[in-house]
């Protein structure tokens, strides 16, 4: 059984920073991908972050040069430091990570941003 709790959410102005941090633990040896995604309301999730075990990452367009994934894989725990925030920043943020058991999605934290 493999958990993903995701943490570090919730109310910050525009312009602030907040830092979410993703842990996943159980029967785990590998992490190949850790990804970070949103959701807003009446919108589809979407990719906001990647990081993969070779050290690739990558970034969703509306988020580069103010998001920084990373990643410390001797605790399986992945983090996305978010700075400038923005209203439309305002989602729930999920965790997923692709394992050698599967990918786990976590329950998700949410992020708000006032004007």
């Known amino acids: 059984q493999v958990q993903v709790v995701e943490s570090g959410g919730g109310l910050v102005q525009a312009g602030g920073s907040l830092n979410l941090s993703c842990v996943a633990s159980g029967s785990i040896f590998r992490i190949n991908t850790m990804n970070w995604y949103r959701q807003a309301p009446g919108k589809q999730r979407e990719l906001v972050a990647g990081?993969?075990?070779?050290?690739?990452?990558n970034y969703a367009g509306s988020v580069k040069s103010r998001f920084t994934i990373s990643r410390d894989s001797a605790k399986n725990t992945v983090y996305l430091r978010m700075n400038s925030l923005k209203p439309e920043d305002t989602a729930v943020y999920y965790c997923y990570m692709f394992t050698n058991a599967g990918g786990f999605w976590g329950q998700g934290t949410q992020v708000t941003v006032s004007s």
């Open positions: 990081s993969t075990s070779a050290g690739y990452t």
